[in-house]
Nanobody, 119 residues
Framework: QVQLVESGGGSVQAGGSLRLSCAAT????????MGWFRQAPGKEREGVAA???????SDADSVKGRFTISRDNSKSTLYLQLNSLKTEDTAMYYC?????????????RGQGTQVTVSS
């Protein structure tokens, strides 16, 4: 069965950086578009970035120029580099299969990794 395990979250000060990873097992990872979404307490889920099987990417305006999504198909691993972090980036971050781009429908998400940004 599909299993996604996120890691790399933590607490940083505004302006800092983190690198999130997501290890995928149980399916042919390289075939699928993968993405990251986040959810903060009391807020709606927000698609952050996605990367298709051909390497094409999409990301939300709120993270454009600060976050970079990438994938290593040989390791079945998805990454999200978070730079110039802001307090409003504080949320639980999840990786998942997504059907189109970062605005698409996410399925089979992992357990999430917490990112906390302090001022």
């Amino acid at each position: 069965q599909v299993q996604l395990v996120e890691s790399g979250g933590g607490s940083v000060q505004a302006g800092g950086s983190l690198r999130l990873s997501c290890a995928a097992t149980g399916y042919t990872y390289s075939y699928y578009c993968m993405g990251w979404f986040r959810q903060a307490p009391g807020k709606e889920r927000e698609g952050v970035a996605a990367i298709d099987s051909d390497g094409s990417t999409s990301d939300a305006d709120s993270v454009k120029g600060r976050f970079t999504i990438s994938r290593d198909n040989s390791k079945s691993t998805l990454y999200l580099q978070l730079n110039s972090l802001k307090t409003e980036d504080t949320a639980m971050y999840y990786c998942a299969k997504v059907d189109t781009d970062y605005r698409g429908n996410y399925a089979a998400r992992g357990q999430g990794t917490q990112v906390t940004v302090s001022s």
